[in-house]
C-alpha cells in the first residue's frame, strides 16, 4: 500500500494540480475546495500505487519520480506499457468510465516517487466544471488503448521487449485507419514499412498478366 508521509502544505499540492489540464479555466473557488481533499502520497522505488482490477476510487497527480504501468496477463504475468512522470495524471480513467483499475502502476525501480492524491468526489467535482477535461481524458483513453494493444501485440512477432525496445517503436508508430474496400499498399510500391493489424480484416491480392486480381491470403489481427 502507498506511505503517507508529512505532507507539503495544500497551497503546495495544489500548485502542481494548476500545472494538469484538469483544472485549466476552473474557478478559484472550485480549486480552494479541491484543494482541501488533496492527500500526499509518498512511493519507494518498485513500491505498488494500485492494481488491475481494484476499485477505482482516486487519481494521483504525479510530482516527484516516475511510476511504471503494466497489464496482467491471463497467466498472471505483467506486461509494460509506459510510464507516467511529472505534472501527469495516473488513475482517472476508472473514475470517468466507471470501469476498475486497468493496470498495474508502481513507482519507477530505479527511485522513489511522490504524487498528489485526489479523491473520486473532488475529482469528479473539478471535472464537471470543466467540460474540456472530459475531450482530453477522452483522448488520454484512445492513446492508452492503443499502448496496450501494441504491448499484447508486438511480442508475438519480436518476442519479449525490454521497456526501452517497446517505449522506442511505440513512438515511431503511426496508427491508420482504413475503410472498407480502401486499399493500404499497392502491388509495385516501396516496402518502406511494415504493418500490424489490430482489428478487422485485410485480404492480400495479386494482379495477374491480364489486370485481374487474385485473393492470395487473408491478414487477421496480429499478423503483419
Known amino acids: 500500500m502507498p506511505k503517507k508521509e508529512g505532507p507539503p502544505t495544500k497551497t503546495v499540492l495544489l500548485a502542481h494540480i494548476r500545472a494538469t489540464y484538469l483544472v485549466k479555466g476552473v474557478d478559484e473557488d472550485v480549486l480552494q475546495g479541491l484543494a482541501k481533499t488533496l492527500e500526499w502520497v509518498a512511493l519507494t522505488a518498485g513500491e505498488n500505487l ?5 476499485p477505482s476510487d482516486s487519481a494521483y497527480v504525479v510530482i516527484d519520480g516516475r511510476l511504471e504501468v503494466a497489464i496482467v496477463n491471463e497467466d498472471g504475468s505483467e506486461k509494460f506499457v509506459g510510464e507516467v512522470g511529472p505534472g501527469q495524471l495516473v488513475g482517472e480513467m476508472g473514475l470517468f468510465t466507471g470501469a476498475t483499475r486497468t493496470a498495474n502502476v508502481y513507482a519507477h525501480k530505479d527511485g522513489p516517487a511522490t504524487l498528489a492524491k485526489i479523491p473520486e468526489s473532488a475529482f469528479s467535482h473539478v471535472a464537471t466544471a470543466n467540460p474540456e477535461a472530459l475531450a482530453q481524458v477522452g483522448e488520454t483513453i484512445r492513446q492508452r488503448l492503443r499502448r ?5 501485440m508486438l511480442p508475438s512477432l519480436f518476442g519479449p521487449l525490454d521497456q526501452d ?11 491508420v485507419q482504413i475503410s472498407r474496400g480502401d486499399i493500404l499498399m499497392k502491388q509495385g510500391d516501396p516496402g518502406d514499412c511494415m504493418y500490424i493489424l ?5 485480404q492480400a491480392r495479386v494482379t495477374d498478366k491480364d489486370g485481374s486480381q487474385i485473393v492470395v491470403g487473408e491478414i487477421t489481427p496480429g499478423e503483419s
Open 198 to 202: 489490430i482489428r478487422g480484416r485485410l
Open 148 to 152: 496496450n494493444q501494441l504491448a499484447e
Open 50 to 54: 494500485f492494481r488491475q482490477g481494484q
Open 165 to 175: 525496445t517497446f517505449a522506442s517503436i511505440e513512438a515511431e508508430a503511426e496508427w
